[in-house]
């Protein structure tokens, strides 16, 4: 359960830096009260989270080798194409993750009267946070690693791993935006998601 918590862990903090729901969650904190912003995003990263554990529960019902070799081929997939995104950004990027986070917050709070309560704020947080992370790299991550590992472990590192980056989203957001580089991140989450894809396929073979 340790092993399957840390990887959780690790593996969600580290991609979700600099990511879109990132940033969702840093602009909103910019524009409204900081604790309904959290709030809003935490519930969202949980259910997504809790949701892909079931997925990875219900995909873990399949031939046991047919997973271990298709864990180890989309985290090794994901790495790749993380480290070519990375080597494709400039030096100074300035984000495509944080102009697509800005649109769509922007879009929302164009519908979205000008005062907000903070059950409405803790809604449009989690909702826009939900609808971003569904389908991310991460979602996926998270259904084959809780496939292969334990799921309570999976579950509770992965949750605590966007707590984390929600945190120093809402709390840090303006800080960080502007010093975050996300090409050093992106190529850092490829580096690991390389790391699980040999851990996988190490544990596979034994």
């Known amino acids: 359960m340790l092993t399957a918590f840390t990887a959780g862990l690790s593996l969600i903090t580290v991609s979700e830096l600099g990511d879109k729901t990132f940033f969702i969650a840093a602009i909103l904190a910019m524009r409204h009260p900081r604790r309904w912003v959290f709030t809003g995003a935490v519930l969202a990263l949980a259910l997504m ?16 080798a047919l997973m271990h070799y298709l864990e180890v081929v989309l985290l090794a997939a994901f790495g790749l194409k993380l480290l ?18 800005m649109n769509v917050v922007e879009e ?9 309560t903070w059950l409405a704020i803790c809604i449009e947080a989690f909702t826009l946070t939900f609808v971003a ?61 390389l790391i699980f894809a040999g851990v996988a396929w190490l544990e596979g073979s034994h």
């Open 49 to 64: 989270t809790v949701l892909s554990v079931l997925l990875g529960q219900t995909v873990s019902l399949f031939p046991k």
């Open 84 to 101: 070519y995104d990375a080597q494709q950004m400039p030096a100074e990027n300035t984000g495509d993750e944080a102009k697509e986070a």
């Open 108 to 116: 929302a709070e164009a519908k979205s009267p000008q005062h907000q």
């Open 133 to 193: 992370e569904w389908g991310d790299r991460t979602q996926f991550a998270t259904i084959f690693l809780s496939a292969a590992n334990n799921p309570i472990g999976i579950t509770l590192g992965a949750i605590l791993g966007h707590a984390i980056c929600a945190a120093i989203a809402v709390f840090s957001g303006r800080l960080v935006c502007q010093r975050i580089s996300e090409r050093v991140m992106t190529a850092i989450g490829g580096l690991l998601f």
